[in-house]
C-alpha cells in the first residue's frame, strides 16, 4: 500500500512539473542573449621587490639596504608597515678557491601601491640604492563585485530593449521575463588579478649628478564581462 502511495506522489510530481514546462513552451516567447562590458583601472597593484647582496658583490648588506629601501619608501609617502610585508628570506651559500664559503643573504617583500605612478617613483627610488630587482606581480581591482553587479542590471535592461525592438515591426510588445539565466560574468586580460609576464625595471644614471625623474608607467586594463539571457513573453 505504501509503494502504491509512493508511485502515486511520483506520479503526480511528474505531471505537476510537466504541466509546468507545458505551459511555459506553450505561451509565446521571445528569446534574447545581451552582454555587456566596461574596462578599469587596477587600483590595487603588488610589486615583489628583491635585497639581495649579490647585486652589489657583497659591498652593501642586506640589512643596509633594507633600511635604504624603507627610507625611500617612506620619503614616497607609503605607509611600510601596513603597505610593505616580508615575503621571504634565503640565503645563497657560494663557493670560492682559497676563500672558502661566503654566505650571500636574499629578502624578499611584497609592496602595494594604488595607482601606476606610485609605481614608477617606487622602482626609480629604489633603483637609487641599488635595489634593483622589482617587478609586477599582480593588480586588482577592489571594486569588482559592486561592478558585476552594475554589468549584470545594464545587461537586463540591454537584452528587454533587444526584444522591443525586434517585436516592433510586429507590432506586438514584450510582456513579462519568464525565464532569465546569468551566463558569465568575468574578467579577461587577468587570471586572478595576476599580471603573469610582466616585468618592470629601473635604469641606470648616465652620472651622478643626473637626477632621476619618475617612469610613466601604464598598467594594461581590465575587463570586466557580464552576459544575460532572457525569455520575454510576447504580448
Do not use: C, W
Request: aromatic share 6%; charged share 30%.
Amino acid at each position: 500500500m505504501k509503494k502504491l502511495e509512493l508511485l502515486l506522489i511520483i506520479a503526480i510530481l511528474s505531471l505537476q512539473g510537466y504541466s509546468q514546462e507545458k505551459n511555459f513552451i506553450d505561451q509565446p516567447y521571445l528569446e534574447t542573449t545581451a552582454i555587456v562590458d566596461t574596462l578599469v583601472i587596477p587600483d590595487q597593484i603588488y610589486l615583489s621587490i628583491l635585497i639581495t647582496e649579490k647585486d652589489t658583490r657583497g659591498r652593501i648588506s642586506v640589512e643596509e639596504l633594507e633600511n635604504r629601501m624603507n627610507t625611500k619608501l617612506i620619503a614616497l609617502g607609503i605607509d611600510t608597515k601596513k603597505q610593505l610585508t616580508l615575503s621571504d628570506v634565503t640565503s645563497n651559500f657560494k663557493k670560492y678557491f682559497l676563500k672558502g664559503t661566503e654566505v650571500l643573504k636574499n629578502k624578499a617583500y611584497t609592496l602595494l601601491v594604488y595607482n601606476a605612478k606610485t609605481a614608477g617613483k617606487v622602482i626609480v627610488a629604489l633603483e637609487s640604492v641599488e635595489v634593483s630587482n622589482v617587478h609586477l606581480n599582480k593588480t586588482e581591482y577592489t571594486k569588482l563585485e559592486e561592478l558585476k553587479i552594475e554589468l549584470k542590471q545594464k545587461a537586463v535592461l540591454k537584452a528587454k530593449m533587444q526584444a522591443e525592438s525586434m517585436l516592433k515591426p510586429l507590432n506586438q510588445k514584450v510582456g513579462k521575463a519568464l525565464y532569465i539565466s546569468d551566463l558569465n560574468s568575468n574578467m579577461m586580460n587577468l587570471y586572478r588579478g595576476k599580471a603573469a609576464g610582466i616585468q618592470v625595471r629601473g635604469y641606470n644614471l648616465r652620472s651622478k649628478t643626473e637626477e632621476y625623474k619618475p617612469i610613466d608607467i601604464e598598467f594594461e586594463k581590465i575587463k570586466i564581462k557580464s552576459s544575460v539571457t532572457i525569455k520575454f513573453a510576447i504580448e
